[in-house]
């Protein structure tokens, strides 16, 4: 596996990879590797004939007040990792080489943002466009994989791909779970063990809205109610947001009619963690 530090020299082996025809896959990360990310590699083995790991924790997307600097990193770890899946290569850019002195250009995708993440991190997603399209600039990618734990995230790469007419296929990949129902996070390592039965609420009230629709529920004000008691039941819990979306305009609806995403954010001790599913009625 290569391990390339510099964008220049990712270019090059881009370039070469593509005039001998191979097709790139590319999974960006914030490294601290799990089981989730590993999934995606895998799936981008699939896919691809190359594939390219990035691991870059971006300054852009965190605010001053947030997690920047104490967010997990263990680079000789992740790219033993990363070997072992039999990627092609690594790319594992300094903040310096990706902004250096000088860098004043960010990519804004304006509606899909306002909602959930958005609304609570306001600089985030423009943080998140900007440094994804200066990796795909760097990878040359034919295809590129996100994780739908991210959920808005990923719309927010479809519509800029979209809306920028960037030749790259964007494909979802399913969340992936520890044996209790968590979604896998690198943020997971922040929960003491006294908070993570506190953390398996997101995932339990996932299932309780799902068996609510099931059962005929289709009132979004009625089913948050019950998804919002149940994580905050027992304290130790705060709900940052949970709603029922469109899939695609991450707008709120009153009603589940048709897929829905359900969306959590939920503080457990200072500790912020995701989750989502897509509700079926
Ligand atoms: P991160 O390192 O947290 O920025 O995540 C890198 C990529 O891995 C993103 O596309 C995430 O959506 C994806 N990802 C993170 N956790 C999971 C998970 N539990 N299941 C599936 N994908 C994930």
New binding site residues.
């Given amino acids: 596996m290569r391990i390339i530090e510099n964008i220049a020299e990712m270019r090059r082996i881009s370039d070469t990879w593509r005039a001998e025809g191979e097709r790139i896959a590319f999974?960006?990360?914030?490294?601290?590797?799990?089981?989730?990310?590993l999934?995606?590699l895998r799936a981008a083995r699939e896919l691809g004939t190359r594939s390219v790991i990035s691991?870059f924790v971006n300054p852009t997307q965190f605010a001053p007040t947030e997690d920047f600097a104490s967010y997990p990193r263990d680079l000789r770890k992740d790219l033993d990792l990363c070997a072992q899946t039999g990627i092609d290569a690594a790319f594992v850019p300094t903040a310096e080489e990706m902004y250096p002195e000088g860098f004043q250009t960010f990519i804004e995708v304006t509606r899909v943002t306002q909602n959930l993440c958005g609304a609570s991190r306001p600089i985030f997603f423009r943080g998140v466009a900007t440094v994804v399209t200066k990796l795909f600039n760097a990878v040359k990618p034919h295809s590129a994989?996100?994780?739908?734990?991210?959920f808005q995230?990923?719309v927010t790469i479809r519509r800029m791909v979209k809306d920028l007419n960037m030749d790259i296929e964007i494909v979802g990949?399913?969340?992936?779970?520890e044996k209790d129902g968590l979604?896998?996070?690198?943020?997971n390592t922040y929960l003491r063990a006294d908070e993570r039965p506190v953390a398996l609420r997101l995932s339990r009230s996932l299932q309780l809205a799902r068996q609510l629709v099931n059962s005929g529920e289709r009132n979004a004000a009625a089913i948050l109610a019950a998804v919002s008691d149940s994580i905050t039941a027992g304290g130790g819990a705060t709900i940052d947001y949970a709603r029922l979306c469109d899939t695609e305009t991450i707008e709120d609806v009153e009603v589940v009619d048709g897929p829905t995403l359900l969306a959590l954010a939920v503080w457990v001790g200072k500790t912020r963690l995701i989750d989502n599913c897509v509700l079926e009625s």
């Fill in positions: 999974v960006p990360t914030m490294g601290y590797l799990h089981e989730g990310h999934s995606l691991i994989l996100f994780g739908q734990k991210d995230q990923l990949h399913p969340i992936i779970r979604a896998m996070s690198s943020r």
